[in-house]
């Protein structure tokens, strides 16, 4: 873990020794000549040293976990490049503060020099000091670390032992006792025994401990005898292609009767022809157990003769690049228990002395509250099931035993290879996927990571790399994908368009990770106040789930993050010292505190890249808000805050600024939400991606076109005479994939005929439209590209369907007050990919029709206030994917009363 301390301190020296910081650090003060060049060399010496000890702690935590002196020396190593991240971010700050106002704002501020040139001196003595502790640092790793070994074939790792362990495990479990498989099981059955003739590749994947080998074996039991020769090898995270062959020579020769084979000194090529010989023309079954990379099998792959025999390669994972190894008909997920049958298998295991294995009553709410805390997860299940079996059985103990469930899981030997399972998937990420893995353990329980705010935050953590013209947010999905694809994280839901809209975390995997994250003084959660309280070294500080004031008195001086969820506290001391004294803040996220100001102080915290102030009290921003000069994300939306001080120009770096004001929250009417007022100096700021959103007046959709790499636009209040200025606005925003417009009222029309953007994704023009506008380029063209669209109070008079069907990639269409004819028919071929229709407010509408053979994806109707609809839509039984129509506020609708109605193939809801 102290290679991601590290990793932090390296990008923070990085900047400092970019050539921008460091002409003007030695040009700007003439005395700061004479210091800023041994500053400088140590600053480089220190980068040096950290790079090339990454190395080595990448291979001493892999490889000796429970080393005690290791374990010591990397704490202090971890301590020193937290120490040294904090200098140099001040120093970069310092310097960066005499740019901040160009020449002129530095001669007015020259009587400051002195006070200058003291931080300055201060900052290269406290580097110059540590990179004496990092001298220090070498000297003892020489003098009382045991020599690492360079890892090898020969030397078994922390994966090796493990994963064999597991493949043991999963050839002795007896039958009686497998739960909740039969389905998976039959599935793979079918799978090894379909009727095609070439060799096929069957994978099975899913999060460590969720039961891949145990299945995998189950099966292999069974069906090995159908084939003519069969071999189970575990692949380890140090294979080689010599090693895997090598053992499935070994495994075929060990069942087959006659068959000797001494592989031990065979060279890669008579390894590849011994095999190729042994397979010949049989029928053979070869199992590759935990694959973690799919070279793996590609490095074997040609050795893998294809007789024609119908043979078959099971590989299981935990990684979804590897199991895409097989054809998506052949790729076996495998998810955690239902409630059911996880709480059959821990009355297995925990009350296995008891008639049936029935859980005595008095112990029932604390064994279910036990049972849900291993997630659906088999191995979590098993291990804790049996360590409660050796427990007393009353109630006390037990609610004893849920309290202590999380030290139990870090301290109790019996829980081990439940732990190192788990943790081999942690030890084997990528070094720049830890620490966004172990951010997410800083929300709640169960908390449903919204996708968006979890990029913004990992980027303003600086966690993400740059890389190539990749924008930090699209790195940031891919690491995100990457903790997917890795079962790390979970998938909750996902939006129209198949991306993921939120994430949870598996709940033992989470509290790993909270240990890991005490452990490694990566942060705290301070839940109803069960969790150790902050200290002076605390980095990040998450506080949740309080609904009285937390009093502090500790200073936390190194604190980088401070999250508030779900909390309901007015003020607290602890808030205020952080603005106070918390120099260091990087994060600060108080969304849905009821407070009401900000302090003036906050223009203190110079590294402040992520300030969240979403459905807060706060009114008004104070003037110091333009001293933090690294903002990146600026978020009060739905606070109470209608206009930015003239400051906030000053803010180059910002990328994000919410600021959506809500005015009607049941959205039955055009002007249900408002933006924020913007001084004219704001649209010069290079890095915006997203304004959500804005009040419209002439200056606005006049200099609107300055903000070239917007991706995320909404824009209210918009009026007829603007429409023509802010077309040419927009057609400069190359990037924009995200477009809401709103008209200033009900009978402003929008004339948007000239705009067309050619990366647009999702469209909502809420305000009147021109029956023309509907054949103009940005249906015609952009339509392409257009998946989510919103019209509200179009006031059409003509059915719009036939022109919105060129947008034949939507996934999601809403109509809202948007036509006034009678009739809607939705024509054969049209809307192909639409996933959800929403109709509302249409009050002249009589008749919805859908012929044979439209929207072919549909799943969900919406249909809100269509007071003259009362027959359920035409033809609706042609629409053979729909599951749901919900409808709102249509007392006569149908006949159907208010409930749950099934229809034909889908269920009709009435509210």
Known sequence: MAETAILAALKVLGAALAEEVTSLASSKISKLRSIYPNLKLNMNNISTEFHVMQGFLNGIETEHPSNESQVAWIKEVQKLANDIEDIVAEFAYLIGNQKFGGISFYLKKRFKEPKLLIAINRIASEVHEAEQRLQYLARVKERWLPTIEIKNEKNSNFSNKY????????????EDHLVGITEDREKLTKLLNFGEQQLSVVSVWGMGGVGKTTLVTNVFKRERKNFDRHAWVSISQSYTPETILRNIISEICRDEKGVTIDATNMDVLRLNTTLQNLLGEHKYLIVLDDMWDPKAFLDIRDTLVDNHRGSKIVITSRMAEVANLAP????????????????????????????????????????????????????????????????????????????????????????????????????????????????????????????????????????????????????????????????????????????????????????????????????????????????????????????????????????????????????SPLLSMIFDKSRYLTVLDLEGLPIEMVPNSIGDLFNLHYLGLRKTKVKSLPKSIKKLQNLQTLDLAYSQIQTLPDGIAELKKLRHLFAEVEVNPTYRSLRNRTGISLPKSMFYLKDLQTIQALESNSMVVRELGNLTQLRSFRIRNVKENHSVELCKSLSKMSFVSLLSINASDEEEIL??????????????????????????????????????????????????????????????????????????????????????????????????????????????????????????????????????????DMPEFGGLSRGYHKLSHFTCVVR
Not at 169 to 174: C, K
Not at 503 to 520: F, G, V, Y
Not at 538 to 560: A, F, G, M, Q, Y
Not at 848 to 855: A, R, S
């Open 163 to 174: 994963s064999h362990n597991v493949a043991v495990y999963a050839h002795l479990v007896d």
């Open 751 to 888: 004339q948007l005929e000239g705009l067309n953007l050619p990366q647009l994704q999702k469209l909502a023009l809420h305000g009147k439209l021109k029956e023309t506008m509907l054949e103009s380029p940005l249906f015609r063209i952009s339509g392409n590209s257009i998946q989510s669209l919103w019209l509200s109070w179009s006031q059409l008079q003509n059915d719009p369907l036939s022109s919105l069907s060129h947008c034949r990639n939507l996934m999601l269409l809403t109509l809202k007050g948007a036509y006034e004819g009678q009739r809607l028919i939705f024509q054969e071929g049209w809307f192909p990919k639409l996933k959800r229709l929403d109709l509302d407010i249409m009050p002249n509408l009589i008749q919805v029709e859908m012929e044979q053979g439209t929207m072919a994806s549909l799943e969900e109707i919406w249909l809100w206030e269509l007071k003259k609809l009362v027959e359920v839509p035409k033809g609706i039984q042609h629409l053979v994917s729909l599951k749901w129509m919900i409808c709102t």
């Open 328 to 571: 998506e008909n052949k790729r076996l997920e495998l998810k955690p228990f239902s409630e059911t049958y996880s709480w059959s298998l821990f009355c297995r295991k925990a009350f296995n002395h008891e008639k049936n294995h029935a859980c005595p009553p008095p112990l029932e709410e604390w064994a279910r509250k036990i049972a849900s805390k291993c997630g659906g997860l088999p191995l979590a299940i098993v291990s804790i099931g049996v360590m409660l079996s050796l427990f007393e059985k009353t109630e006390s103990k037990w609610r004893q035993l849920f309290d202590q469930l999380s030290w139990q899981l870090d301290n109790n030997p019996s829980l081990d290879p439940l732990k190192n399972i788990l943790m081999l998937s942690f030890k084997y990420l990528p070094k720049y996927l830890k620490n966004c893995f172990l951010y997410c353990c800083l929300f709640p329980e169960d908390f449903l990571l919204p996708r968006k705010k979890l990029l913004r935050l990992w980027i303003a953590e600086g966690f993400i790399e740059q890389k190539g013209r990749s924008t930090l947010e699209e790195v940031a999905e891919g690491y995100l994908m990457e903790l997917v694809n890795r079962c790390m994280l979970q998938v909750a839901t996902k939006n129209y368009f198949g991306r993921v809209k939120r994430c949870k975390m598996h709940d033992t995997l989470r509290e790993l990770a909270i240990s890991l994250c005490r452990k490694e003084n990566f942060g705290l959660l301070h839940e109803d106040n069960k969790s150790e309280n902050a200290d002076g070294s605390t980095r990040r500080l998450s506080i949740i789930n309080l609904r009285e004031t937390v009093n502090h008195d500790v200073c936390l001086p190194k604190l980088r993050t401070f999250l508030s969820v779900d909390n309901d506290v007015p003020s």
